[in-house]
């Protein structure tokens, strides 16, 4: 079936560590995204590649950084995580859509990560 | 920027009740997205909502997007232990996207 892959679904990580999670699609889609999730809070988008083009959220901290070689792979890089980067962390695509908010994104299942 | 306020934050009730929760903003909205998050998942979208006053239909769940599309709102009849899960909304309009905080969604047996 054509999902969206995340790896791995939870990661531990020490104050100061550089981290990377990854994530993979089967769905063929331009558009994907790096969401940020607090218990409780609604996912914030950190940023989105369309094809190539990268597109940072104004209010990103510079210590988040992504890759994507290609079409199916994406990475979230975390340079020094902090206490306050705990958090699930949500990949998802879309097509591009004819009108804003109207695409359908698939969400990946998420990797929790813990920082101590 | 555009903020979604969702109501109630918590809801817990019986299997066989009936409930709506509730998207509402200040700001007008092009689209408006309804998702069902469950633990340890990520989001899954249930319906999409362009038109003022529409009215979508998905099994047991009823989507309805207000006539200024400022707000929208979700009723499920007959709750069921399977629609227990975080909903969200998401709106889209000239800042882009905004998710609100969703509202936790318990369905006791």
């Known amino acids: 079936d054509a999902m969206v892959i995340q790896n791995p679904r939870y990661q531990v990580t020490q104050f100061g560590k550089p981290v990377t999670l990854s994530c993979s699609q089967t769905l063929n889609h331009n558009v994907m995204y790096w969401y940020q999730q607090k218990s409780s809070q609604a996912p914030k988008l950190l940023f989105h590649?369309?094809?190539?083009?990268?597109?940072n959220e104004a209010d990103t901290p510079d210590n988040f950084q992504s890759r994507r070689p290609n079409t199916s792979f994406c990475f979230l890089d975390i340079r020094s995580p902090g206490l306050g980067d705990a958090a699930m962390y949500l990949c998802a695509t879309s097509k591009t859509p004819d009108k804003i908010g109207v695409e359908t994104q698939y969400f990946g299942p998420g990797t929790r990560l813990l920082v101590l | 920027t555009q903020l979604l306020e969702q109501s109630p934050q918590f809801l817990s009730i019986q299997e066989g009740e009936n409930l709506t929760v509730y998207c509402n903003s200040s700001?007008?909205?092009?689209?408006l997205q309804w998702y069902r998050q469950e633990p340890g998942e990520g989001p899954v979208l249930l319906v999409t909502?362009?038109?003022?006053?529409e009215v979508k239909k998905l099994k047991r769940l009823t989507f309805q997007f207000g006539d200024a599309r400022k707000d929208s709102s979700l009723h499920i009849t007959a709750a069921q232990p399977g629609d227990t899960g975080l909903y969200l909304c998401?709106?889209?309009?000239?800042?882009?996207?905004?998710f609100g905080k969703g509202t936790h969604l318990i369905i006791q047996p």
């Open positions: 590649y369309y094809d190539k083009d990268f597109n």
């Open positions: 700001s007008v909205f092009s689209s």
């Open positions: 909502v362009v038109t003022g006053g």
């Open positions: 998401r709106g889209g309009g000239a800042d882009g996207l905004t």
